[in-house]
């Protein structure tokens, strides 16, 4: 738990989320700014800030998250759907808390 961190808050239940799906080690809960007709986030519930502070033990985490994206996918009704992860400022990050971003439907997505 990292003070401060808005994802910590809502892994704890400090901060309400539309829940999809909680386990042990991870949660996922709608966006609350979706750029599509779904919009989720899959959330580790340790605080690890980004892709560049994880490491080698992070290796499963990281692999169950993404086995977990088109399972919760499809419960969303999506046929397809595409997944981000934005890293660092530069890489667009606003929330320093390691997530992945699963959103789709409606329209085909642009290529990029
Ligand atoms: P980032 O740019 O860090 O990859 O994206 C952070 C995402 O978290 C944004 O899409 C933003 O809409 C979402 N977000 C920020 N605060 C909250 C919140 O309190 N609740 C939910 N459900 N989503 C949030
Ligand atoms: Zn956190």
Redesign the pocket.
């Given at each position: 738990?990292?003070q401060d961190?808005?994802?910590?808050k809502i892994?704890k239940g400090d901060i309400p989320s539309n829940k999809i799906y909680e386990d042990d080690e991870l949660i996922a809960f709608h966006d609350i700014h979706p750029i599509a007709p779904v919009h989720f986030l899959i959330v580790p519930k340790r605080?690890i800030e980004s892709l560049l502070t994880c490491e080698a033990q992070h290796q499963a985490l990281l692999g169950k998250i993404m086995l977990l994206a088109p399972k919760l996918a499809m419960e969303q009704g999506l046929k397809g759907f595409r997944s981000m992860i934005n890293t660092g400022r530069e890489g667009g990050q606003e929330v320093?808390?390691l997530h992945v971003h699963v959103f789709g439907g409606g329209e085909t997505l642009p290529r990029t």
């Open positions: 738990m990292s961190c808005i994802f910590c892994v605080h320093f808390h």
